[in-house]
Structures are given as C-alpha cells and as structure tokens.
C-alpha cells in the first residue's frame, strides 16, 4: 500500500484497542471528540471522518461497528481494483472484518491484527477460505502474467479442479503450496515468456530483473519501447519479470522512459552519476564518450547492475537503437526494495476555503500521498486529521518565493510533495510561482536542475469566487472578471487601468485581497470607479471566512460600501447593472440574468 493506514477509535471502550492495532502496523489513531481521550488526530463526525479517508485513497481499520464504515464509504463505491481496505474491528479486539479491498492488502491487514492481537479475522473472499490464497494478489516480488485469466482460474480450482504448479521458479513460490494438486489449472512459475496461457494456465513471474535504459533527449518513446521489447525477448525474460526501469538522474524528466516505466507499471529509479560510475568494473561496455558527456562510463549497464547490487549480474549487455540504450541484470532474488531514488513529484493543490466537504477527492489523495506538506501554516492546519503525522514546513504570509523554491528543491531530492494552497492553487495562489521558477535556469535565480526535472501535478480546488457565488446564488450567470486589489506585485496603475475596463464592460467583479492592514484606499478607488458606470443600487455581496465555522454572508448597496467592514479574508463580489437580489423566504440571493427574461417575456407576449 502507497499509504498507510489510519486507525479509527469511536469510542474509549475502544479505544485500548485502537491504540494496539496502530502500534501493529506502525500507523496513527484519529480518534472522535469528546468521546475518545488520547489520539493522534482528532475528528468530529465518523461518516464524515470515513468518508473523506476513502475518498483520499486512505486504508481505514475502525475499531467500531461494521455499518458505521459502511454507511461512511457507501456513496462512494465505484471501482474495487483502485478503492483502498477498509477494516472493521470489535471493540475488544476479538474479531477482525476485512469489509473491503480484501485482495487489495485488507486480508493481509486482517491476518497481522489478528495475529498480534491473539483474535480472528473474519476472512470472507472465496479464495482465501476454501485455498488460503488469493491468485489475483500475489506477494511483493512476484507478478501474475495473465491477470484477466484469475477469476475463472479461481472457479476451476474451487469446483475441485486442483492445481499444477511447474516451471524454474516454482520452488520458490511458496505461497502456492497450499493448493489442492490436480490436472484443472496449470500454474507456471518462471520468468522466461510462456505461451498457451488462459484460465486454464496462469503464470507468475518472479521480479528479479532490473532494466536499465539511457536515450538521447526527445528520443521517441515507440523507439525505446521497441528497442526494450526485443531486448527482453532475446534475454528470454518475460516483461512482467522485470521489477523497475533505471536510469541516470539527468534523464528523470525523458518523456520516453517516464513512458516505458508507466507502461510496464513499474517503479523508474534514479541514480546519481557517481553510484552509476561506481559499476565500471563489472561493465560490459564502458565508453570514454559516454563518461564525458555524463559523468560515467555507461548508463544503461551500470544503471541495471546498479540495482541488482553485487550479487546480481548483467543478463545482456547494451543494446542500441539510434537515440536509445538498454541492458538486463538479475538478482537472486525478487526485487523488493529497490535502491536508488523515486523521481520527485510536487502537487499544488487547492484544497478550497477550508472545509472538507468541498475539497476534492483528487487534492485529498494527493496530501494523503505526500511525504511532506508546505505552505501558509493556517492552510496546512485547515487539512486537518489529514496533515497528521506528516512531515510540515510551515511558512508565513509574505514567504511565498521561498515556499515555492522549498517545495521544488525538496521534490527535487525526490520526495513527493504537497504544495497546499488556499482556494486554487492557479488563482491568485502558488501554481504560476511555481511555474515561473521552473522556467527560470539555476543563472536566472531559478531553482536546480534535479528540482527542474520533477513532475509537477496540478489539482484544481474550489475558488474563493466560487465559493462566494454559490452562498450568494447565481451572481456570475453573465460575463465576469476577477482583480486583484493588491499593489505588492502589480503596479497601481495597471489595476486602476483593469477597473476602469471592467466597469465600462459592464462585467460581475470578484476582488481578491481588497484591503491589508496598510492599503485601505483601491477598495473605494473601485467602488467610485465603478459607480461611474453602473447605478447605485448595484448589490455587493462581501463574504468572510467562506466554509469555515465563523463564515459571514452580508449584502450591501455599490454606494453604500464601507472599507472598513471589510478584511483580508473576505471576499468582494460587485455584480453588473443586471444584477439583483431575489427576495426569498429565507433571505436575498444575488443573481446576474444571462437574457432568458427577453425568451420568457417574448413567450407571455404571444
């Protein structure tokens, strides 16, 4: 699991029990308010708690009651093959329910905790309790071939078929010891490529090759992939064989081998010049031209025996291809831990104005992935339980620069970094920084070339602007605009000059940062700039502390605007000359008309 657990303790009869399992498997206890005394994370509602866990890609263990997870991760079941576990367990610790994800690390889950504990895992996937293994999900170091071919592989051997286990590796393979010997499936256990293979004949590959991989920059991916794909034909090594691509750090943003690690889902590990310079010994083809461009004598060689370490060996030197390099070592054992490093990733997130419920299920993931978090201390805190137990690096107003170049350097290093922004992050936030840093050379007060060569993810949140709109009603129905009020990065003039073009265009205007604690006349600068063009009765809707418990919604004249009513953390939202506030039951809604009334109008008239 890329994630690791969190454990739920609802309740202080369960609480012991709770705090056991997470010493088990090494993971955090979030516990309820008010009802639970000691935890790492505290939480409010359980649905809610659960819910956004899942949603995030987070394995949950409750120590509560079945129905409680249940009903939590209900609304968002879609997709078993990519849902992490869930688990239940009793208060007392006596059983153990993998609900969910059982062939997915729940069942494994479920027999660690059942075993520390001295109690019973209530395994139910048919697999499991008639064979004691489950064909789909074989142990770390091995790779099933044919995956499609498991479920009616699995029917065959549960309606008595039995099992015959052949080829090199299967003495190895001791996980299958348990099935029942017949003639009704074959199973093979071999690296090597194997034909015939079916529900009838499944084939586990056991990951002891290391692909190593070097190209010239730009190299068309179908040109490596070929290269790599007749290469492991002539080693005789079957592609699910092969545990992880390897290459030089300097080619951790090369498009083709990016490419080539995805499709063969498996790892891409990095490693320096110097550990790469350290395997000229054992090369088969070391190059003098190869080390003057890069440090070391060879690339993919050294990149694959690299790995391997001292006890593996080069199956097939390098090979060629115009723009590409490939070479195959293999260990004596399965690869499991892999040396070298990860290609550093950085996601700018926005996880919008603060609640749960409207951050997205992409930015929960992310944060949930993320060894470390940056940001403005106040939006990391908004995570809540999320952030728990992670590695933070807080950082002040007015530290944006140097958060960003923080982030980037730390990916760079090869961690997987969240970079956590208020709103989205592409609005008024991180993103262009960010972006604006990575276009800049390490001469030009950029950032280096490792931090330059991470992927960089960008996950939209929910805007401050829309986040307004949608408490108002409906005020961005027509044309719209946003502008900054703030005159730190932006001259004054180009922001009078956008006001005045926004209030001749008639358009809704969203103001971020409308007044600091020094700036306190563009606010009414663009009040008077814009009554000059739309009357006085226009409706402003200001909105502080949007999706937070203190959140205010207020609705207040164009003329009637008041500076000092309003903060950093509201929003101003100025609508058109068409605005207006339905008067309804429960209080005014802003909204701007798009020019439906002139259809319904010419409706009533005929």
Known sequence: MAVDPVVLALSRSGEGTAHRVAAVLGCLVHGRRGRVDVADAFFDNALDHARDLFAAGVPIVGVCASGILIRGVAPLLADKTTEPPVLSVSDDGGVVVPLL????????????????????????TAGDVALGVALDAPPAGWRLVNPSDAKDAMAKLLSGGGAR??????????????????????????????????????????????????????CPPAELRELVDAALHE????????????????????????????????????????????????LANPSDVVFAEVGAHGVSEAAALAQVGGAGRLLLPKRKAAMATCAVAVADASLVTLKGRARGKLSIVGIGPGQASWRTPEVSRLVAEAEELVGYGLYIDLLGPLATGKARSDFPLGGEEARCRYALEQAGLGRNVALVCSGDAGIYAMGALVFELLDRGPDAMGVSDA??????????????????????????????????????????DDILRRLRAAAEGD??????????????????????????????????????????????????????????????????????????????????RMFTPRGYARKIDGDLAG
């Open 101 to 124: 994800g059982g062939h997915r690390g729940a069942n494994r889950l479920a027999a660690r905790i059942a075993e520390a504990l001295g109690s019973v895992a209530a395994v139910t």
């Open 235 to 282: 080693a005789g090594v079957a592609r699910q064989a092969v545990a992880c691509v390897n290459t030089i750090a300097l080619k951790a943003d090369e498009p083709a081998i990016i490419a080539l690690a995805r499709d063969f889902g498996v790892p891409l590990r990095l490693f320096e010049a110097e550990a790469l310079e350290a395997e000229t010994p054992r």
């Open 451 to 492: 931090a330059r060569r991470v992927e960089v993810v960008c996950s939209p949140g929910v805007s401050a602007l829309q986040g307004a709109a949608a408490r108002a009603g409906a005020p961005l129905g027509h044309d719209f605009c946003a502008i900054s009020l703030s005159d730190l990065l932006t001259p004054r």
């Open 165 to 218: 286990i052949v080829g090199p590796d299967a003495a190895q393979a001791t996980w299958l010891d348990g099935l029942p010997a017949g003639d009704g499936v074959t199973i093979t256990c071999a690296a090597l490529p194997v034909t015939d293979l079916g529900p009838h004949h499944l084939q586990f590959a056991p990951q002891r090759f290391a692909l190593g991989v070097g190209c010239a920059r730009n």
């Open 507 to 588: 358009f809704v205007v969203a103001f971020y940062n409308p007044v600091s604690k020094t700036r306190r006349t563009l606010l009414a600068e663009a009040r008077d700039i814009l009554l000059q063009h739309r009357p006085g009765d226009t409706p402003v809707m200001l909105a502080s502390s949007l999706g937070r418990p203190e959140e205010h919604v207020r609705y207040r004249r164009l003329d009637a605007l008041e500076v000092d009513e309003v903060d950093m953390l509201t929003v101003v939202l100025v609508g058109s000359s068409n605005s207006r506030l339905a008067q309804l039951g429960e209080g005014p």
